[in-house]
């Protein structure tokens, strides 16, 4: 390896930030500036499939997914794809959350649920394990219209993945018993 002089290194810095502007940025943006760019190509996806996989802690996380079930539409809606039926979301709710679509509960997460009719209204499927609905003292019958009860998430979440949509598993917490501290004023008593 070639040792240079200290005397020559600033020399070099220099000549260097003068043929490439990128190396002469701030340092407090030395990287420059990020650019917009939707996808050039997202017409030839033709349909995004989407199934959210909903399995929290806390019931109430529920609405801050929403907010990114709402980015997801309306990014869709601004950028594509612009065909006839452009985007399948179906929700799989399988974890303490489930009682938010408890018809008892309605009060509590009226602004949850009426979010989530807002979005069955566009096409959004909402499937509830029948598992995770019994163990927290639920039958299909105390659940909100919206809703579908079936056989059990982790099933729901195989199906709709070979059927071919992507699974969304962000901000879901697993493994998650169906019962917490957060949901267990909110179960139905047997």
């Not at 950028?79 to 399948?88: A, Q, R, T, V």
Request: glycine letters at 6%; aromatic letters at 10%; one cysteine or more.
């Amino acid at each position: 390896m070639m040792k240079l002089p200290l005397k020559v290194l600033p020399v070099i810095v220099l000549a260097v930030a003068s043929v490439n502007p990128a190396f002469s940025q701030s340092t407090d943006a030395p990287f420059g500036s990020a650019k917009f760019v939707p996808y050039a190509d997202i017409d030839s996806v033709k349909q995004l499939k989407v199934v959210w996989d909903f399995n929290f802690i806390d019931p109430k996380a529920i609405g801050m997914v929403f907010n990114n079930l709402n980015a997801l539409l309306r990014a869709t809606t601004d950028f594509g794809p612009s065909e006839i039926d452009p985007i399948k979301v179906v929700i799989v709710s399988h974890g303490p959350e489930v009682v938010v679509f408890a018809k008892q509960n309605y009060a509590k997460y009226k602004d949850i649920v009426d979010r989530a009719a807002s979005f069955a209204s566009q096409g959004v499927k909402f499937e509830i394990c029948r598992n995770a609905a019994g163990a927290q003292g639920l039958a299909p019958e105390d659940l909100h219209g919206f809703v579908t009860v079936v056989p059990a998430g982790p099933h729901a979440l195989a199906y709709w993945q070979s059927k071919g949509y992507s699974l969304n598993a962000v901000g879901a917490t697993m493994p998650t018993p169906p019962v917490s501290e957060l949901n267990k004023a909110d179960i139905r008593r047997k």
